[in-house]
Nanobody, 121 residues
Framework: QVQLVEFGGGLVQAGGSLRLSCAAP????????MGWYRQAPGLQRELVAA???????DYADSVKGRFTISRDNAKNTVYLQMNSLKPDDTAVYYC???????????????WGQGTQVTVSS
């Protein structure tokens, strides 16, 4: 089982910024993509941003131009810089790592424990 450790999150006023970080164990060598998802009360978990090992990124339309995802492959760490935060960004944010498991010849999704982001109006 791969344990992802998240840092960051908290309470911020609208227009403010927060930075999330997430680290996967250094012994994991086949991380394909890393990313962030979020889940607000009563809603399904949704993709916020993802980044491949090569640096290609994907963003939800609602965060484009405000959030930036980055990754340090040497540290197995992914970051999410969130600027111009809105109350609609309030949710629990989950880190994701998609790992290629050689023995099974398939990708597995691993998740962090979640960190609360609350944006007040």
């Amino acid at each position: 089982q791969v344990q992802l450790v998240e840092f960051g999150g908290g309470l911020v006023q609208a227009g403010g910024s927060l930075r999330l970080s997430c680290a996967a164990p250094l012994g994991i060598f086949n991380i394909n993509s890393m990313g962030w998802y979020r889940q607000a009360p009563g809603l399904q978990r949704e993709l916020v941003a993802a980044i491949t090992r090569g640096g290609s990124t994907d963003y939800a339309d609602s965060v484009k131009g405000r959030f930036t995802i980055s990754r340090d492959n040497a540290k197995n760490t992914v970051y999410l810089q969130m600027n111009s935060l809105k109350p609609d960004d309030t949710a629990v944010y989950y880190c994701n790592a998609r790992v290629w498991v050689v023995s099974s010849a398939r990708l597995y999704d691993y998740w962090g424990q979640g960190t609360q982001v609350t944006v007040s109006s």
